[in-house]
């Protein structure tokens, strides 16, 4: 196998090191700015080079221990091997270049960097994968399934249960939900459908089948700045939660706007969202299942008031077509919000909205929602370009 020596330069947005080698540029996995280094060629192509990690020649002082035994692996963490604080400044540095690149926001600087108190044991929710030797995560190929008897980034009573006997379990993937009592909820039992979660003192209904939130911390600060972005209004807002899920930033959002309206594809989360409402005995809040690229439209012309506000928050891939065009031209709405946790899909669709000069870009924010991972979490704010804020209708 062919070897070459680099100094890398920076680091990749998925967590490879970034080098050239006579002009072509290569991603070296686990090497990091500052570093020289040997590699082993996986992948040459006309345009750049991929490689493995053979040998560090100068190491980063930024370079740390990693403390899980199965990282380098494992698929899941990534970034085990640099300190925590250089890792939210590269991945700040990833952001604002796809940004810059991929929206064409010359400009673009990142707001507020909000770290997680501890990269590691944050995770409250995980998926599992059944292997030929157990559950597990899958490994950084993607396909092969590594056992999994303990995750770094998994809270302690979900430790606890690792690993898991793949003969008491039918499931090719088993999730495992931490409740705020440290109670484990199993996507594979009967009579586990439903549980009642707690986050900043509201009682929510969540699935071990549904989507949520992983970090817990990190999570509830997140709606603590949404709701100071959207800040208070009266009965003449209504606020739209767009790929609402169960309803977590509606329902933390209570000193916002006083009607809300939510929609997701997801029945069993739809579910979850409604029986809160109920259990809460909650007014003028209510939820819509359906598919939010096709239904948004005819709900929001259905629910809208003389102000609206539109929250964002899709799955990784990002907005469809026909969302975005619609919102290009959307009436009655002066503020936008969109929660993004691949920022590749981020700035493709910023790039539509601001392109298309209805939409202009405020405020943005990161989340160290997935420490030790690839993943990032911003929000970001989109204002009409004829709207002025007023700062008397914000949150203090």
């Not at 040998?55 to 899980?68: G, M, N, Q």
């Not at 997140?222 to 329902?251: E, H, Q």
């Not at 929660?339 to 590749?344: E, G, I, K, N, Q």
Request: proline residues 4%.
């Amino acid at each position: 196998m062919k070897q070459l020596k680099t100094q890398i330069y920076s680091l990749a947005f998925g967590g490879e090191g970034v080098g050239k080698v006579e002009g072509k540029i290569c991603f070296v996995k686990d090497a990091l700015p500052g570093e020289e280094v040997i590699f082993n060629v996986i992948k040459d192509t006309s345009n750049y080079i991929r490689g493995e990690l053979i040998e560090i020649l100068t190491a980063s002082p930024d370079r740390v221990k990693p403390v899980c035994r199965y990282y380098g692996k494992c698929g899941g963490c990534v970034l085990q091997h640099v300190s925590h604080e250089k890792e939210l400044l590269y991945k700040k540095a990833q952001v604002e270049e796809l940004m810059k690149r991929f929206a064409g926001i010359k400009d673009f600087v990142c707001g507020s960097v909000i770290a997680s108190s501890d990269p590691y044991g944050y995770r409250n929710s995980v998926t599992l994968h059944k292997g030929p030797g157990g559950y597990g995560y899958y490994a950084r190929d993607g396909r092969t399934v590594i056992e999994i008897k303990e995750c770094s980034l998994a809270v302690g009573a979900i430790n606890e249960m690792l690993p898991i006997d793949p003969a008491g379990s039918k499931e090719e993937r088993l999730t495992l939900k931490s409740d705020h009592n440290g109670h484990i909820w199993r996507s594979d039992r009967t009579g586990e459908r439903f549980f009642t979660d707690r986050y900043a003192d509201t009682d929510m209904i969540f699935s071990p089948k549904a989507f949520s939130q992983c970090n817990r911390d990190m999570s509830i600060r997140a709606a603590g700045v949404l709701a100071d972005w959207t800040g208070r209004s009266g009965d003449d807002t209504v606020f739209f939660d767009v790929y609402c899920g169960m309803g977590f930033f509606s329902f933390l959002l209570k000193h916002g706007p006083a009607v809300k309206v939510g929609m997701d594809s997801e029945r069993v989360s739809v579910d979850c969202a409604k029986t809160t409402v109920k259990r809460n005995g909650l007014k003028n809040i209510k939820f819509y299942k359906c598919d939010a690229e096709k239904d948004f439209f005819r709900f929001f012309e259905k629910n809208k008031a003389e102000k609206n506000i539109i929250f964002l928050d899709p799955p990784r891939k990002g907005l469809g077509k026909d969302l975005l065009e619609g919102l290009m031209l959307i009436e009655g709405v002066d503020r936008m919000y969109y929660m993004s946790c691949d920022p590749a899909t981020l700035a493709r669709d910023t790039a539509v909205l601001v392109g298309s000069g209805a939409w202009k870009l405020g405020r943005s924010s990161f989340f160290d929602m997935f420490p030790r991972t690839k993943h990032i979490e911003m929000l970001v704010e989109f204002e009409k370009n004829n709207y002025r804020r007023d700062p008397c209708s914000e949150k203090k």
